[in-house]
């Protein structure tokens, strides 16, 4: 079925360094990717999305890019600020002719950053 | 401010007691949803109502029961939990569910922390 795996966190950063935090899918047709973030006491929010193979999403300095070949959608920022600290969820959904409409998330990474 | 509100933020009950999570929302949307997160663990979506009629129970307890008046309210009522029941509930909207209407995109309420004693 389709499923979603991320890297494992915590990750711990100091501001300005650059970020990765790997994700990768397993799934049938040609599905939509995303990256939700979830901010201390707070819900989950939208941060980027990529509907095809080789669309990039972007969203306050985050990047990711819908890689086919590599069932990858890692999420990228060059320089951290520590109100980045949240945990990351890499998420997708059905094949865009599937009549579910249900998320397989990832198990979310924690991002601290410290000044 | 998001579209999506949910009462109460915080709830602490006992295993014998019966309350109900709300949760609202001013997107027009017809799809609602109720996930449970508790710590370690991925994101468990619970129930999805699409315009009003559900449409996916995941193996949910009895102990969980949800109701959906209307597009905009959702309610989960909840009795005789256990502890292991204690997790934050999140509440999500979207304009539909199903082929024609399923852009992916989940919009979330704050949560509501459940602790059960």
């Known amino acids: 079925g389709d499923s979603v795996t991320q890297m494992e966190g915590p990750v711990t950063l100091s501001e300005e360094a650059f970020l990765t935090i790997n994700c990768t899918y397993t799934?049938?047709?040609?599905?939509?990717l995303f990256w939700y973030v979830q901010y201390p006491g707070e819900g989950l929010q939208l941060l980027l999305k990529?509907?095809?193979?080789?669309d990039k999403g972007s969203n306050k300095g985050f990047e990711a890019t819908y890689r086919k070949e590599t069932t990858s959608f890692h999420l990228e920022k060059g320089s951290v600020q520590v109100s980045d600290s949240a945990v990351y969820f890499c998420a997708l959904s059905g094949d865009r002719g599937s009549t579910l409409g249900r998320l397989y998330f990832g198990r979310g990474t924690q991002l601290t950053v410290w000044p | 401010e998001t579209g999506v509100t949910q009462t109460p933020r915080h709830l602490v009950m006992g295993m014998t007691n019966k309350k109900s999570l709300k949760c609202e929302q001013h997107?027009?949307?017809?799809?609602m949803y109720w996930y449970k997160q508790s710590a370690k663990k991925p994101l468990e979506l619970m129930f999805v109502?699409?315009?009003?009629?559900?449409?996916e129970n995941n193996s949910v307890p009895s102990r969980f029961s949800p109701e959906c008046p209307n597009s905009s309210h959702l309610f989960l009522h909840l009795h005789t939990l256990q502890p292991e029941d204690s997790a934050l509930y999140l509440c999500?909207?979207?304009?539909?569910?199903?082929?024609?209407?399923?852009?992916?995109?989940?919009?979330f309420g704050e949560g509501s922390r459940l602790t059960v004693l």
């Open positions: 999500a909207s979207s304009p539909g569910y199903g082929r024609t209407m399923n852009t992916g995109e989940l919009f």
């Open positions: 799934a049938t047709g040609y599905p939509s």
């Open positions: 997107l027009g949307h017809n799809a």
């Open positions: 109502y699409n315009f009003k009629e559900q449409t």
């Open positions: 990529a509907t095809k193979a080789d």
